[in-house]
């Protein structure tokens, strides 16, 4: 069992940033595929950005240009620089592991962030 862990969220203003972290145990976390989800109230959950195990990205077409996510193999951990924040980017943030060959899909418990003058 793969242990998944988010952190990071917080309350801020209108145009500022947040950097979220998301943790993943197992030795071959460099296989996993890392995604960021988000749900706001009310809402489904979505795709945000995803990175494979190959360091290619794709992005919500609502947080291109203001959102970036990276990964560090060596520390296990994925991360979502989220810029120029706006009221309806408040959601819960949720990260994914994923991997189809290890039969791995795994989630964190979430982390909240609120966006709100």
């Known amino acids: 069992q793969v242990r998944v862990e988010e952190s990071g969220g917080d309350s801020v203003q209108p145009g500022g940033s947040l950097r979220l972290s998301c943790g993943a145990s197992?030795?071959?976390?460099?296989?996993?595929?890392m995604t960021w989800y988000r749900q706001a109230p009310g809402k489904e959950r979505g795709l945000v950005a995803r990175?494979?195990?190959?360091?290619?990205?794709n992005y919500a077409d609502f947080v291109k240009g203001r959102f970036t996510i990276s990964r560090d193999d060596r520390k296990h951990a994925v991360y979502l620089q989220m810029n120029d924040l706006k009221p309806e980017d408040t959601a819960v943030y949720y990260c994914?592991?994923?991997?189809?060959?290890?039969?791995?899909?795994?989630w964190g418990q979430g982390t909240q962030v609120t966006v709100s003058s």
């Open positions: 197992g030795r071959v976390f460099p296989m996993y595929t």
């Open positions: 990175i494979d195990n190959g360091g290619r990205t």
């Open positions: 994914n592991a994923k991997s189809a060959h290890l039969n791995l899909d795994s």
